[in-house]
């Protein structure tokens, strides 16, 4: 579970706040996707959530980020990462350089809290599966795709089996297979309890698998609430964000969208909705 309460953050050396007066709490195991315009605020909120903010990058925090009851701010970054595991956006920087295979770096942070090896063999294997990259188990971390190595950054986070998981963009460079690979494992993670905050700009994929969406615009939190509802809002055009082609397509059809009836995130909606315009 995360509490987030009137949280505001100040870059080093910079004047202007990036995050301003941010309010939000998200129980466990909630699937949670944040959108907003380049340079909202969300790769900074990420960071605030994971704790990197301020024990890595410094700067100047009010209010409160809570996870799981820990304050963020006054815990050290080694006790918060068994809570909450971050895959950022370049997941070439979260490569750990100290093992020569996929396995081995999968089984690192487990490794460092000292799990016994055969429970450490037996998550990475499930990892492996869930992900299907069993074949890449032998690999070099540093001879994969971009796509290949974003799957192990996510992997190497799952296996540790946190209570929060926050993803900056996790499939940007992965094809639409991997991609719908990567948010149906998120989707699964429901089940056990673990609570999934998803920056993403592929909205059509928040629209088919988030619980709720939150909308960052310039540092503030401007909307929140079900996928259906925040991403068909008519200010999402206004803020550079875009709307799903479901919602454009009903929106540019006029009359033969049927009247009174909500406006399409999903596929599924908006054939149900040309549907019974028939
Ligand atoms: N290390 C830093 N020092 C100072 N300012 C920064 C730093 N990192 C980011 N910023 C500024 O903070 C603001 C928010 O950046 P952030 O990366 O969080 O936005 P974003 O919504 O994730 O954007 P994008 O979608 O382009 O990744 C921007 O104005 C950016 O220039």
Do not use: C
């Amino acid at each position: 579970m995360i509490t987030v309460d009137k949280l505001g953050y100040t870059y080093p050396e910079t004047a202007r706040p990036v995050l301003r007066e941010i309010d939000l709490n998200v129980p466990s195991g909630q699937f949670l996707g944040v959108v907003g315009p380049s340079g909202a605020g969300k790769t900074t909120l990420a960071q605030a959530l994971a704790g990197y903010i301020p024990h890595v990058l410094g700067g100047e925090v009010t209010g409160r980020v809570e996870i799981g009851g820990l304050h963020v701010v006054d815990t050290p970054l080694p006790d918060l990462v068994t809570r909450v595991g971050m895959v950022s956006q370049n997941p070439f920087n979260q490569i750990s350089g100290a093992k020569f295979t996929v396995a081995e770096e999968l089984a690192f942070g487990l490794e460092n809290l000292g799990v016994p090896r055969q429970d450490m063999l037996i998550a990475v294997r499930e990892v492996l599966r869930r992900l299907r990259i069993e074949h890449l188990a032998e690999r070099s971390p540093y001879e994969l795709s971009g796509g290949q190595q974003q799957l192990v950054a996510l992997g190497a986070m799952l296996v540790m089996n946190p209570d929060v998981l926050v993803l900056d963009e996790p499939t940007s460079q992965l094809d639409p297979a991997g991609s719908r690979l990567v948010f149906e494992a998120l989707g699964e993670l429901r089940s056990r309890d673990i609570t999934v905050v998803l920056i993403e700009h592929k909205i059509e994929r928040l629209a088919e698998f988030a619980d709720r969406v939150v909308v960052l615009v310039d540092g503030e939190l401007r909307m929140d609430g079900p996928p259906g509802t925040v991403l068909a809002a008519p200010e999402l055009v206004e803020w550079g964000i875009g709307h799903t082609r479901f919602t454009t397509a009903a929106v540019r059809a006029g009359g033969r969208w049927p009247s009174g009836a909500a406006l399409p995130v999903t596929l599924d909606q908006a054939l149900a909705g040309f549907g019974g315009a028939r």
